[in-house]
């Protein structure tokens, strides 16, 4: 069977985790004989450290108006409508583009998987006290968005053939419209076990009850909630460690300053995800702030791989199950209090450093990679 996948663009040197899950899922259809390649629509973005065993296809969409852009999606699963029997794709950026192919009666199928959240859905969240309310042009503009979405958008996106991804996103997203019967509850491909294979090299900072957030820095994960409740906790023997970079760093500088930390907060720039590991072995919690119900949280997973104990929103309750503590989403004094408990409780971290590795075991690929094989089998054959 021949899959094409379709892509923004895929970056295995400086790129998010949703990168590496993508070529996991590619490596494993390759070795099961399936011919892959890949679609990337950006990409200037495509970055390797040594060059991948499937195809890539530059092909790059230009322009910021959603409809032309839409419009070049659909172009170009046109143009390969004979050299494949399944179009995959990565993410919900070209929802309109792969709606509108399947609508006009198109006949190679589509499925989509779901790794984000599309502007529909967003709305549903995107609200107070997490986050503010749009006024003026930007207000009128998003009521219009809106009115789309939930009209011809929902249309289109319903022609769709199948959606993969974990349960809390197909919830939110069939709350939205989507129809249920087309979701498949499978959730992105990690290889966990290499991952419990990695070597620690690491001496531990005793010194400090070490706490850690690795990620982007932006409104929707929320790492302002940790920095304030971090600001609460006020144990001079504990130290915040925030890896990562993004559009909200300067404004989260400036708050640490405000909140008079000092150097209890360390900002530490984007690092490779090979010495990402290093600071899960050095640290004794971590903690995962989003405001927004995170769609998997691939971070989580992996600290809890390398038996660390952790702090979750409750919108990521499914997730760790009782292998980690939930605080109630945009809580600051909730976050606060959770963590100072840890702190002094030692069992509970210990009881979290084993069940840990036992629940991040679950979401290795190799428990669902043949669902999904067999789903996209009988998918295409039906």
């Known amino acids: 069977m021949k899959i094409i996948f379709i892509t923004s663009k895929i970056n295995l040197v400086t790129g998010g985790g949703s990168n590496y899950c993508l070529d996991l899922k590619l490596r494993f259809l390759q070795a099961k004989g399936y011919d892959v390649s890949v679609i990337t629509f950006y990409s200037k ?40 029997d399944l179009f995959f794709i990565e ?20 499925a ?5 959240y599309s502007s529909i859905v967003e709305d549903l969240y995107k609200k107070p006290p997490l986050y503010g309310i749009d006024s003026g042009i930007k207000f009128l503009r998003h009521k219009i968005r809106m009115l789309l979405e939930r009209t011809i958008g929902l249309m289109l996106f319903n022609s769709i053939d199948i959606f993969f991804c974990p349960p809390s996103v197909a919830k939110i997203y069939q709350e939205a419209g989507f129809l249920k019967e087309k979701f498949r509850i499978i959730p992105d491909f990690i290889d966990i076990e290499s991952l419990q294979n990695e070597k620690n090299l690491t001496v531990k900072d005793t010194d400090y009850f070490n706490i850690l957030y690795a990620g982007r820095l932006d409104f929707d994960k ?26 909200e760093k300067e404004r ?19 690092v490779k995800r090979e010495d990402l590991f290093h600071f899960y072995f ?14 998997f949280g691939l971070a989580v997973i992996e600290a809890m791989a390398f038996g660390l104990p952790v702090v979750v929103a ?30 002094t409780n030692r069992n509970k971290m210990q009881e979290m450093s084993e069940k840990g590795p036992k629940k991040a075991r679950e979401y290795d690929y190799r428990n669902y990679a043949e669902e999904f094989e067999e789903s996209l089998n009988n998918f295409v054959k039906r």
């Open 222 to 247: 929320g790492v302002d909630i940790l920095i304030k409740a971090f600001s609460l906790i006020g144990n001079k023997d504990s130290r915040l460690h925030i890896v990562g970079d993004g559009p």
């Open 112 to 116: 989509v998987n779901l790794n984000n």
């Open 45 to 84: 973005g495509n970055e390797f450290f040594s060059t991948p065993p499937y195809k890539i296809i530059k092909r790059d969409i230009k322009g910021h108006n959603l409809f032309l852009r839409q419009w070049q999606v659909f172009k170009v699963l046109e143009e390969f409508s004979l050299e494949t």
């Open 91 to 110: 993410g919900p950026s070209f929802l309109w583009g792969a709606g509108l192919y399947r609508k006009l009666g198109k006949k190679v199928p589509v």
């Open 252 to 270: 989260l500088e400036a708050l640490v300053r405000d909140s008079g930390l000092g150097n209890s907060v360390i900002f530490h720039s984007w």
């Open 282 to 295: 050095q640290s004794d919690l971590f903690v995962h702030p989003a405001r927004w119900p995170e769609p």
């Open 314 to 343: 409750d919108s990521l309750q499914w997730l760790v199950s009782d292998s980690g503590i939930v605080f109630k989403r945009g809580d600051i004094k909730d976050l606060a209090g959770k963590i100072s408990s840890l702190m």
